[in-house]
């Protein structure tokens, strides 16, 4: 018998007056499975998330998460946004301890901060706990927020644009710590990206959409690169590029105003450019 999915996406809608960005939208997530989102900017990304997440609701449609359908926020989703929303006037520590003290209000002052410090720690910053956001790099801030996140103990973890504001460098290291705390909570994890080659070096799958109006999945990825993965071993992988290249050349001939020349053209260009020259669509 197949296990039943953890997350439930089914026939998700959203109208406006005049325009509907998305319809008949479902989607599966199994327990434990990293899927990312991928698609141009006005295809509804960050609307499929907010739903998900329960700060918006759909024009029509469900979603379930664990069996529960979602109406409304809940501490059993963590979300993560590229703004990392620290409290300015609490210190790093502070600010995962606040939200640990919602998720778990039986749990002493001293187990709080055991905890969230396990998870500051966790990220690589102890030492800098009793910084206030002012006082840390984008980087350490959006540490904060992956801390903060994970501590809660999320059943399903929700990412949009995480590592979006970071440079190259900072961005790689961040990849690489989301990973091995995902690889070590085994907690669910979706994640919207514009960058095809972060999705395929952090997704067990991959979802591709169709440009709105109107917008679809039209598309499921399995990268079936083996984990755990690194870089310099990826671009060597012939796969890596199958995968890539068929990334690349959906989501170029699903642009607005795409010829299939234009598809073509843009999988050349860019099939020689792996990891160190991410594909990035523009925002």
Same mark, same amino acid.
């Given at each position: 018998m197949s296990e039943k999915p953890f997350l439930i996406v089914e026939n998700l809608a959203k109208r406006y007056p005049g325009l509907v960005v998305f319809e008949d939208l479902s989607f599966r997530v199994k327990r434990g499975e990293f899927v $990312?989102?991928?698609?141009h900017s006005g295809c509804g990304k960050s609307t499929i998330l907010n739903v998900m997440?329960?700060? /918006?609701? #759909? =024009? /029509?449609?469900? %979603? *379930?998460?664990?069996?529960?359908e979602v109406l409304r926020p809940g501490l059993d989703r963590g979300v993560? *946004?590229?703004n990392h929303n620290l409290l300015p006037w609490k210190s790093a520590l502070q600010n995962v301890m606040f939200s640990v003290r919602a998720r778990f209000p039986e749990w002493s002052r001293e187990r709080v901060r055991a905890h969230s410090m396990q998870y500051i720690e966790m990220v690589g910053l102890a030492g800098a706990e009793q910084r206030k956001p002012a006082q840390l790099s984008g980087g350490m801030r959006q540490r904060v927020g992956i801390a903060r996140a994970f501590a809660l103990q999320p059943q399903l973890l929700l990412m949009d644009e995480p590592f979006g504001a970071l440079d190259a460098l900072t961005r790689s290291v961040m990849q690489? !710590?989301?990973l091995r705390i995902w690889a070590r909570t085994g907690q669910t994890a979706f994640m919207i990206t514009h960058? %095809?080659?972060e999705a395929i070096y952090l997704a067990d799958r991959v979802l591709?959409? =169709? =440009?709105? #109006? $109107?917008? !679809?999945?039209? !598309?499921s990825v399995v990268i079936d690169v083996p984990r755990p993965r690194e870089r310099r071993r990826m671009i060597h992988d012939p796969h890596y590029y199958e995968l890539r290249n068929r990334m690349v050349d959906f989501l170029i001939s699903h642009a607005t105003g795409a010829t299939p020349q234009d598809a073509q053209s843009k999988t050349e260009h860019v099939a020689g450019e792996p990891l160190a020259g991410s594909v990035v669509l523009s925002e």
């Open positions: $990312c989102l991928i698609g997440a329960g700060l /918006e609701r #759909p =024009s /029509e449609g469900y %979603v *379930f998460v664990n069996g529960r993560i *946004f590229q690489d !710590e989301l960058d %095809v080659d591709l959409m =169709s =440009s709105g #109006p $109107c917008a !679809e999945v039209a !598309e």
